[in-house]
Each structure stands twice: as structure tokens, then as C-alpha cells.
């Protein structure tokens, strides 16, 4: 009875996507294997997605398959939110975690192909640790954190851009900027502003 609850088990699958802009690095681990599969490379476009959904399909067939991914900036938010969709189970990884992740390995080299396959190892180290799976929300919140990101940078350029201009104004017309205090013109212009393009 013990030998046939074994072979009824669920096999583990976890696959690891290095995630970089345009393509993304892809190894599969196998519960039980000695080692990631070999790595391979696709392109983030319509072709790519299909063949890997291709393989992700073919051991998902006997197995229970996750996908793990590294919280790239905005980069893997398109692959993760096109999978999700698609009805596979996907995780996103904070770097941090990966960076102090050790899969028992000397040498520490690193590359597209190197980092997939300790993605995959990360995965099956970590099979059974509580986390929840990536959703639609998540990419929303990325996209809502980025454009909270550039609106700061936005608005933090304008300031310097702002003061560098004032100090010009008064090092070469010194006290002139008192000038300027009253209410904007009737057109919306600032008054030093439009002072400065026109003399």
C-alpha cells in the first residue's frame, strides 16, 4: 500500500524565469531530479508565449506545476499577468530573498541561464512556504507605483529646474525676482518666466 501511495503522488514541477527586457530565461525542476533542466531562452512576443506554454503544458501533464519569478521592476509584470491569465499558477520572488538563497553551489557566477535554474531550485527549496500567488491586482499596483515614481521624478525635476533658474535671474539681475511675487499673468504665466524669455 506504502509503494502504490508513492507512485500516486503528485510530482512537483517548479519553473524558473529569469525575466530581462524582451526575453526571459526559462528551466524546469522536477522534485526528486538531480538538477534543473537545461535552460532555454524566449522572446516576449505572441511565439514565444505559445511555446512556452507549450512546455509548461507538457509537465504540467504529471505534476503539479508553479512558476517563479523575480520582482523585476516592471519587467516581468507582462509575462506574469499574461500566464496568470492563462490559468497557471505564478509567484513572484523579492530579489532579496533569491540574492541570500544558497543551492549549494562553490562557484557563484551569474548569468541569464544560471539565475533560471536557482529560481527553479528556490521554488522546490520553498515548495511548502505559505505565500500568495500572483493576481491582475498586483500588476495594477506595479503600474500605480510607477506612475506615483515618475510623477515624483516629474515634479522633483521642475523644483531644480525651478531654483537653478531663479539664482540665474538674481546673479544677473540682482533683487529682480522681488519683482515677481504678485499672482501669475492672465495667460497662466509666471511673470520671472516669462521675464526671462523675453530679455
Not at 57 to 78: F, P, S, V, W
Request: proline fraction near 4%.
Amino acid at each position: 500500500m506504502m509503494g502504490l501511495s508513492k507512485c500516486n503522488e503528485t510530482v512537483k514541477v517548479s519553473v524558473g524565469i529569469d525575466v530581462s527586457k524582451g526575453h526571459s530565461t526559462v528551466s524546469f525542476f522536477r522534485a526528486g531530479d538531480k538538477s534543473p533542466s537545461k535552460p532555454f531562452t524566449i522572446d516576449h512576443d505572441l511565439l514565444g508565449l505559445r511555446f512556452l506554454e507549450r512546455k509548461l503544458d507538457q509537465y504540467k501533464a504529471n505534476g503539479t506545476l508553479r512558476i517563479y519569478m523575480e520582482c523585476t521592476g516592471r519587467y516581468h509584470l507582462g509575462l506574469a499577468s499574461s500566464l496568470q491569465k492563462d490559468g497557471y499558477t505564478v509567484y513572484t520572488v523579492n530579489p532579496k530573498l533569491l540574492a541570500d538563497f544558497h543551492d549549494d553551489s562553490l562557484r557563484k557566477p551569474k548569468t541569464d541561464s544560471i539565475d533560471a535554474q536557482k529560481i527553479a531550485r528556490y521554488g522546490i527549496q520553498y515548495w511548502n512556504k505559505e505565500r500568495r500567488p500572483f493576481s491582475q491586482m498586483d500588476s495594477k499596483r506595479e503600474c500605480l507605483k510607477e506612475c506615483e515614481r515618475q510623477y515624483k521624478l516629474y515634479t522633483d525635476e521642475c523644483v531644480t529646474f525651478t531654483n537653478n533658474l531663479l539664482s540665474l535671474t538674481d546673479l544677473t539681475c540682482p533683487g529682480v525676482n522681488k519683482l515677481f511675487s504678485s499672482n501669475p499673468n492672465q495667460n497662466g504665466h509666471l511673470k520671472w518666466v516669462d521675464f526671462v524669455n523675453t530679455w
